[in-house]
Each structure stands twice: as C-alpha cells, then as structure tokens.
C-alpha cells in the first residue's frame, strides 16, 4: 500500500473511531486527579486520597460518614466513577454518586442519582437510579435493580449521560436505562446546573427493607473507593452562572455519546428485564394513573407483577410498602460552600 493509501486507511479508521465514540459507548475520557475536581464535602477523617492522588476512600463509622464534591457546577455532561463497595454486612450503608443543585436551588432542585444500597449478609447490594428536576420530589422517580456481579469484589464503572433531551445511566458501558425529555414532564426534567457528588453515609430509616435492617457499626468502618473519576461536561461560573464551553461546544460534545447504539439497546432491554426488581412507572399503589413520560412495557410490566403483585397489580390484601425517598446525611444536608 502506497503512502497516501496508508494515510488515507488511517484517517478512514480514526474517523470511524469517532462514530462509534459519539454514538455509542464513550471514548476514554482523562482521567482527573482529585484535587483539580473535587474537594472534601464532609467527614474530612474519613476520606482518604490514595498516593497516585486519583483514588479516593470514603468511610463510614459510628462517628461520621464522608463525601466529596466537584469544585464546579456543570450543565450537561458524561460524570463517571469506578466504585467498589464495602463488603460483609452492610445493611442501611448507602453509597451515592449523582448530580444535584439543592445548595443553591432549595424548593425546586434538580438531581439524577446513583445510590448503592446495603443488605445483610448473604445478600446482594441493590443499585437505585432516582431523577427529580425543577423539585419534582412529589413523583418518585425511582428504580431498583441487582446487578449480574457483587460490587463489593472489584471496582465497576458508573456513569451518567446528561443532555438536554436525555439521561442514560450506565454500569460497565452497558446503559441500564434511559429517561427521554418529554413535553408531558414540563419542568420536571433536570435543566438547572449541578455539581457532582460522592457520598457513603448511615440510611438505617429506609435502605434495607425499609428500615427493617439498620447499620451494625461492629462491622464498620465501611469503605468505598473511588477511582478512575471523570468530570467531561460544561462548567459553570457559579457566580454568573454562565457555561466555560459556549465557545467551544463542538469541541464538548465530539466525544460524548448522543444515543446508544442498537447493539447497547439490546443489552439494556435483556439487563431490565432479567434485573430490574422496582420501577415506579408499574407501582399502582403510589400511582393509579403511570406519569404521563412512562411508556409501558408489557413483559417488564408481567416480570414486575410477577415479582411483586401487591405493588404492580392483580393483587388484593395489604397495601404495599412505599418506596421511601432518601433523606440525605446531617453532614451532608448542612454543608455550605
């Protein structure tokens, strides 16, 4: 092959390279060291910053949980973490990593959330997804699946994909769902800047078994790690609130995935509906009528019912257990900036 057909060759695969990255899972974005992200949220003894100074510790004890926040606000972006969670018994631990504005928007903040939450021994941590925008905190939004590996053996990667018209939240690069901006949602889609958060901290009322299982501090201290951190979106003046990337948005949104590809499609259906265990679309005790986003699926709906007919239909007898929404830790709520 002749030099120009070489280059020619070369060029032709980077720019498929391009494609795949925009469309599908994401490029490897850098990855950032700690302290040009983030800075401690609270319980500063119990975070711990490993020596490569891109690792971080978070640690809850009978004294304390802890957490960390990104320095800046952003609006959009692909926010991402590999996490191993705390192993043995960890019933009412709760570990999350999500956006939120609530320090600065109080009655109507938006959030998308991660949150791990701890079992007893022998069984499995659940993974919940939740979104409210515009403090939508009326409608839950939650969902609640296992996962096809124990968190707490090694580090897997979170991520979360946030546009103006979409949300995709992934676990390995495999998208588990996807929450489409629709006219029926009005406001209540995230729209407002939201700066990034990692957080392990005592949830004893309502993580396990709503409140049934509570944090037995002889097993502590608990311990998540955090590594390979990802901050690849617009910033935000916190101050003018005006985004450090108008300039530059080609250059922004090369790389972040605008869908998921057909191939990641097929994966997301398999994973929820073998793995899928709450969605609040099918649960008819909280609402009679699904929220008008909700688009219905009839084998997750069969699978749900099947899984819990008191909650998803076709059941009398006893009201089932509301899905309680979190309150976030003391230190937590009462850190200001």
Request: glycine content about 10%; charged content about 25%; aromatic content about 14%.
């Amino acid at each position: 092959m002749g030099g120009g057909g070489h280059m020619g060759f070369l060029l032709c695969c980077f720019l498929l390279f391009l494609v795949v990255s925009s469309s599908g899972s994401p490029a490897n974005f850098p990855i950032m060291a700690f302290d040009d992200g983030y800075t401690p949220l609270f319980g500063d003894q119990n975070m711990v910053i490993d020596r490569d100074g891109k690792s971080v510790h978070l640690s809850l004890d009978e004294r304390t949980g802890s957490g960390f926040v990104s320095h800046d606000l952003y609006l959009h972006g692909y926010f991402s973490a590999s996490i191993q969670l705390p192993g043995d018994y960890t019933a009412g631990v709760v570990v999350a990593f999500y956006l939120s504005n609530g320090d600065i928007f109080q009655n109507n903040h938006d959030e998308i959330d991660f949150e791990f939450l701890g079992n007893i021994r022998g069984q499995d941590w659940r993974l919940q997804t939740n979104l409210y925008g515009n403090g939508s905190t009326n409608i839950g939004r939650e969902e609640r699946y296992g996962l096809w590996f124990d968190p707490s053996e090694d580090y897997h990667q979170y991520s979360i994909l946030w546009t103006d018209t979409k949300i995709i939240f992934y676990v390995d690069d495999v998208p588990i769902r996807e929450v489409k901006r629709t006219k029926s949602m009005g406001g209540d889609f995230p729209l407002k800047p939201m700066t990034l958060y990692a957080t392990i901290w005592d949830g004893s009322d309502w993580a396990t078994n709503g409140g049934k299982y509570r944090v037995n501090y002889k097993y502590a201290p608990f311990v998540a790690e955090f590594s390979d951190l990802v901050l690849h979106g617009c910033s935000v003046d916190p101050i003018e609130h005006v985004t450090k990337c108008d300039d530059d948005a080609q250059g922004y949104e090369a790389l972040v995935p605008s869908r998921a590809t057909p191939a990641q499609r097929i994966k997301m259906a398999n994973f929820r509906l073998k793995y899928m265990t709450y969605s609040y679309c099918y649960d008819t005790v909280r609402y009679k009528v699904p929220p008008p986003e909700c688009v219905i699926n009839p084998r997750e709906a069969e699978r749900l019912r099947k899984f819990d007919p008191v909650t998803f239909g076709n059941a009398r007898g006893h009201r089932g257990k509301r899905l309680r929404r979190h309150s976030r830790s003391k230190e937590e709520a009462t850190y200001s900036f």
